[in-house]
């Protein structure tokens, strides 16, 4: 981990090192959810050749929201995207990022027990990878981790009903503007199709069914 990572080091944080936010939160004696003990080595290994990958989850907790996760270097970066991602290049998605979540994250399906972190049903709406395409302006390709860094990253979907291209953009609410460089006030995010309207619009919770497991929300909720 620590010769790929070498990059992170300003920030200080492996892959492993970012997933502490993430562990702090959960007690893995209640929930089932992966600890991502395990992950680095995996992750590592993949990163350089094949395409790194996203899930989207519908997360049933105390407000249903989504959760658009995307590979990179060996975690999942986490935004939560209450209404969900659109196909509808009109539609500009919020989205709020969440901690950095371990890769086995992405197959993750199942209940989190109430009074825990995230207490909920949670389902592999979508999954699949994605190819980075931020460019500079000289039509350079720029890492992902570079373009997320600069707040607009573009990429290309290739999931079972997320297909084309995407982009995720920071913006700065009012609230953080006003506020001195180091304030609190978490930055947003608008996730956006941009590629050509490609149907579907916006996903119903209720109705839609795991692309891991083909249930519904319910059945996740009964069978566990
Ligand atoms: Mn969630």
Not at 6 to 21: F, H, I, M, P
Not at 128 to 138: A, E, I, L, V, W
């Amino acid at each position: 981990m620590s010769e790929k990572s070498g990059k992170n080091e300003r920030s200080g944080r492996s892959g492993k090192d970012a997933l502490r936010t993430y562990r702090d939160k959960r007690h893995f004696g209640r929930t089932a959810e992966p600890s991502g003990e395990g992950a680095a080595r995996d992750g590592d290994e993949k990163e350089s050749e094949d395409e790194p990958s996203f899930v989207v989850q519908i997360h049933d907790a105390s407000t249903m929201h989504f959760d658009f996760r995307l590979e990179v270097d060996g975690v999942l970066k986490s935004w939560s995207v209450p209404k969900g991602p659109s196909t509808d290049p009109q539609d500009k998605r919020l989205a709020i990022p969440t901690e950095d979540h371990p890769l086995e994250y992405r197959e993750y399906e199942g209940v989190i027990p109430e009074g825990e972190y995230g207490g909920g049903t949670v389902m592999v709406w979508d999954h699949g990878t994605y190819r980075p395409t931020s460019h500079d302006k000289r039509q350079r390709p720029v890492p992902f981790a570079q373009a997320l860094e600069k707040g607009h990253a573009t990429f290309e979907l290739h999931g079972e009903k997320l297909r084309g291209q995407y982009a995720l953009t920071r913006f700065h609410g009012r609230e953080e503007q006003d506020a001195p460089s180091g304030g609190n006030a978490k930055p947003t995010w608008l996730l956006v199709r941009t590629g050509h309207h490609s149907g579907g619009g916006t996903p119903d919770p209720r109705r839609a069914r795991s692309a891991r497991s083909g249930r519904t929300l319910r059945q996740i909720a009964e069978q566990g």
